[in-house]
């Protein structure tokens, strides 16, 4: 049994530009032990929350990559639809700063006055700050390189503690103050006089984990160092190689290249998704990139991703 | 075998605000002729084109009621998929005019320049002209009582000409000048000097189809004029008469109300839909409407009703 606290990504939706070949629009939610984050709101996504029971409790943070409409049309349906079923807690929409006129006069020509705070961050103001960093997330934004600004985004647990050792607890009683201290990072000396280095009555903790949502974008060396051991990260395959120059012109990846990025990085495993309409069948997208970076897989609407 | 020319509504989306019990948001195809009308576009409209195979060759006018996000959001996606599937030839876009700006603005944020012309044509500036007038429909809208300001629409053929009587043509043989003075209302003179008024010559033609769709609305009774003795009306039946001060309080009707406009305007048939969450069931929503007028129809999402 895994007793890590929960961590995973949910895809509700892998289509690029238009839904296609039964595929939907980009939106993907993000469990972060009992905080959920939705990234991108494709058009359709809170039909794709209710088709796919995705739940929606401490659904606090909206993340919008960029504003093209594919990643964000779905956006005004959603909110109405909170406000329509009662929310009342505010909601933290972190996207480009032109949203948030947009979103105003969305709710202006439609007489809606919103029962609850949307509190608007712009990405622009998050470039060298995290978006969060308390005790247990530090969630980032990063830029990719897309026809229009765009940022990835970076979730990542908070470095953990080293643990104290099982053995030595039951050897020798430690205080509550005493815990505290090893802790802390301290040593220790027992009643009969014996010291112990913080290393030797310690073990080192689980890795901490990180996922990386790369968005749209272009082949971008510059991500590399962002999302460097991951655990998972979730790249943009709009084409296969044999589309690489339509794919450069239009700021997209193809599977080989969303490949190289993860195996340059050496992540753990990368999903790979935002697939052009042209495909019904993914194999040949899956085989490029598996020929690269073997820990490569599809992305699948409906499927959560531990990470 | 019906051999009137093509006239039915399919039913896109009949859910009121937010999607629900497996019904989408306001939206519904008319097709009239060889010509396609979307009629509302709520968010999700392009994906129920697609599930529905609901073709879209032909479409080049859509009409939107009010700015209520369910009956809008769907629009800047099904442009920009038009868009994407290239797209050339011109779209007529009727609705209040503060869509205009918005559109406006959402295109800009995301820096799409269409590859066709969007011509905007504000409701506003139809209250007593007639959105289309031809040799084939009349296509007019007229206000409603909702909490905005919000239009229904009205498709009629025009009145038909009447019909010269075959027996008369079997008998007479007349030229084509002859048939032509005829249809234009002359009578006829045979070679042999009979004359005949143009009533006994020919027929009355089959009556002129007409459709309604009367939008978001509070029972209102200057509807009733304007879709007197329409073949089929769709009208909004949000809740139940239970429920009859909620619904004032919306400004939305109650399938009892629907009926009662139905009945008083001698219609032959009426659809209801914009149904609240709340009914997963709906079977009590037409009884209570057929008890008043017995030729009531749920919508069903998927399904065309011919005119």
């Known amino acids: 049994m895994n007793r890590n606290p929960a961590f995973s990504v949910t895809i509700l939706g892998n289509s690029s530009a238009a839904p ?4 939907h629009l980009s939106a993907q939610m993000i469990l972060f032990e009992n905080r959920r984050f939705l990234v991108d709101c494709g058009e359709g996504t809170q039909n794709r929350l209710v088709e ?4 929606q409790a401490n659904l606090d943070h909206i993340l919008i990559s960029h504003l093209h409409g594919d990643h964000f049309y779905g956006l005004f349906g959603l909110i109405s639809t909170l406000h329509l079923y009662g929310r009342e807690k505010p909601l933290a929409l972190f996207a480009p700063a ?7 006069e969305v709710l202006k020509v439609s007489e809606t006055r919103l029962m609850f705070q949307v509190e608007f961050l712009a990405l622009e103001d998050f470039v ?6 308390d005790d247990r997330l530090l969630l980032e934004c990063f830029p990719v390189n897309h026809r229009i600004a765009t940022w990835g985004f970076k979730f990542s647990e908070q470095p953990k503690k080293r643990k104290i050792k099982l053995d030595f607890i039951e050897k020798f009683d430690p205080t509550i103050a005493q815990i505290k201290a090893i802790k802390s990072g301290e040593g220790f000396v027992s009643n009969d006089g014996q010291t ?38 979730y790249h943009e395959a709009t084409f296969d190689s044999s589309m690489e120059q339509i794919a450069a012109d239009k700021f997209h990846s193809t599977a080989k290249q969303a490949a190289t990025i993860a195996q340059k990085a050496r992540v753990e ?3 790979i998704g935002h697939f052009s309409a042209r495909y019904k ?3 040949p997208l899956l085989e490029e990139a598996r020929e690269i970076f073997p ?7 409906g499927t959560s991703y531990p990470i």
Chains 1, 2 share one sequence.
Do not use: G, M, W
Request: proline letters at 6%.
């Open 20 to 23: 296609a070949n039964n595929r």
């Open 52 to 55: 796919l029971h995705v739940r």
């Open 98 to 104: 032109a949203l948030k006129e947009l979103l105003i």
């Open 128 to 133: 060298n700050t995290p978006l969060i960093n």
């Open 196 to 233: 112990f280095a913080n290393d030797e009555i310690t073990e080192a903790p689980r890795p901490s984990r990180s996922y990386a949502y790369c968005a749209d974008t272009a082949y971008y060396e510059p991500i590399i160092e962002v999302v460097q051991n991951a655990n998972l990260i």
């Open 269 to 271: 495993r990368l999903l």
């Open 281 to 283: 069948d993914l194999t």
């Open 295 to 301: 820990e490569t897989y599809l992305s699948e609407e």
